[in-house]
DNA sequence: AGGTAATGCGAGCTATCGCTCGTATTATAT
DNA sequence: ATATAATACGAGCGATAGCTCGCATTACCT
C-alpha cells in the first residue's frame, strides 16, 4: 500500500513574525489549491506565493502534504463550528424540525468555500486523512447520536449507532453530491425542495 | 484551475503481441495502483512491472493517466454488467422487492476488487473523470429511473428526476462507505441488516 | 548596547519524472 | 527469401520536485 508521509508541523512558531509567515503559507497553500490545482502545489510555488522562502516553509512544515493538512484542518474546523452550532440549537427540537434544520446545515457547510471544498474531498484520501476527517466524522457521528438518544422514545429502531450511520452518511451524500456535482441544482427553490425530500427521506427512516 | 491530460490510447493494438503489451500495462497499472499506491505509478515503473519498456508504454498511452482512466473504465465495466443485469431482473418486481435487491447489489459491487476500488475512488477525480465515471453515473440514473417510471403507480412523487438523485446518491454512499470505511461492518449478518435499513429508507421515502 | 535566540533566506544538490528517438527484433506479405 | 510494416527496446535528455545548509536579518532580553 501507500506510504504516509508526515503532517505534523515542525517547530510552533511562537513569535507574532513567525505565525504570520504560517498563516502566509496555508492561506497560499489554499489559493494555489483552488486556483491551480493539487498538482501545481510544490513547496517551492507555495513559497513563492506566500511571499517566504523554501527553508522557512521547511522550518514549520515537513512536506506539502502536511500544508495541505493544515488547510484541510482550517476548513473542518470552519465547517464543525457551523455544524457544532445547529446541533445544540437544535438539541431539544422533535425529530421532523431537527432533522429539516440539520439537511440545510449540511447544505449551507459543503458552501463554505465550495471550490476548495471541491479540491479538498478529492485530495484528502491522498494525505493524513486519519487524524483529520476521521476525527470531523466521528465528532459529527458522536453529536448526531446524542441527539437520537435524547429523543430516543420518538424513534422505533433500537440500534442508535446503525441509524446514526444510515443518517449522517445519507445526509453528507446528498448535500456532497447536490453541491460539488449538480451545482444548477442550487437556486434557493432548488436547495428548499431538497431540503425537502432529504428531511421526508430521513424522518420517515427514523419513526 | 487545473489543466487535463489526455487520456485516449494511441495506437490501437492490432496484433496479439500488442494486445498482450496493453493487458500487461494495465494490469501492471492496477497493481501498483493497489499495492504501492497511486504516486508510486509512475511510467517507468508500470513499464517495469508489466515487463515491458517505456517506449512500448508510449506507443499505446500518452501517459501515466491514460493507463489509470484504462483501469478505470475496465472496473467501471465490472461493476456496471452487474448493475444494469440486476436492474433488468427486477424491472418488473414492486417497489420494496426491487430496491432490496437493488442495495445489495450495491454493496456487492462495491466489493469487487474492493482495494482497487478504494484506490479508484480515491484517484479518480484527479483523472478524466468526465468520461468515465460521468458516464457510468449517468447510465445508473437512466436505468434506475426507467425502473421508477415503469411503476409510477405506486410511488408518490412527481418529480422523478429527483427522486432518482435522492436514492442513486443515498443507496451509492451507503454501500460505498459501509464497504469502503467501515470493514468491520461487512459480517454476513451486518451486511443483511444494513440491506434491511437502507431498503427501509429508501422504500419509506418512494410511497 | 551588546548578546543570544528566533526567524528568514535562496542557491543548489540529488532524485525522479515524463517522454523521445534511434535502433533492434519480430511478424506479415509477396 | 526478401521486403515492408508492426512492435519492442532502453539509454538518456530536459524539467521539476523535494529538501538542506550556511549565512543574513530581525526580535528579545538585561
Redesign the interface.
Known amino acids: 500500500?501507500?506510504?504516509k508521509p508526515p503532517t505534523k508541523p515542525r517547530k510552533h512558531a511562537s513569535q507574532e513574525r513567525s505565525r504570520a509567515t504560517v498563516d502566509a503559507l496555508i492561506e497560499a497553500t489554499a489559493r494555489i489549491l483552488v486556483?491551480?490545482?493539487?498538482?501545481?502545489a510544490s513547496t517551492n510555488r507555495i513559497a513563492e506565493v506566500a511571499g517566504v522562502s523554501v527553508g522557512s516553509l521547511y522550518q514549520y512544515y515537513p512536506g506539502k502534504e502536511a500544508l495541505v493538512a493544515a488547510v484541510i484542518d482550517r476548513h473542518n474546523q470552519d465547517i464543525m463550528r457551523v455544524v457544532r452550532s445547529a446541533l445544540a440549537e437544535v438539541a431539544s427540537q422533535p425529530i421532523e424540525k431537527a432533522v429539516r434544520r440539520i439537511v440545510a446545515v449540511a447544505i449551507e457547510a459543503h458552501r463554505i468555500d465550495p471550490r476548495l471544498h471541491r479540491v479538498l474531498?478529492?485530495q484528502i484520501?491522498?494525505t493524513g486523512r486519519l487524524a483529520n476527517l476521521e476525527a470531523f466524522n466521528r465528532e459529527t457521528y458522536a453529536l448526531f447520536r446524542a441527539y437520537l438518544e435524547s429523543h430516543s422514545d420518538e424513534l422505533r429502531m433500537t440500534?442508535l449507532g446503525?441509524?446514526t450511520?444510515?443518517c449522517v452518511?445519507?445526509i453528507?451524500?446528498?448535500a456532497h453530491?447536490?453541491v460539488l456535482h449538480?451545482a444548477q441544482?442550487l437556486s434557493d427553490e432548488a436547495v428548499k425542495?431538497?431540503v425537502d425530500?432529504?428531511t421526508?427521506?430521513?424522518v420517515?427512516?427514523l419513526k
Chains 1, 2 share one sequence.
Open positions: 500500500m501507500a506510504r486556483k491551480e490545482g493539487f498538482d501545481k474531498a478529492e484520501p491522498r440500534d446503525l441509524a450511520f444510515v452518511t445519507t453528507e451524500a446528498l453530491t447536490a449538480n441544482k425542495t431538497l425530500e432529504a421526508r427521506l430521513v420517515g427512516y
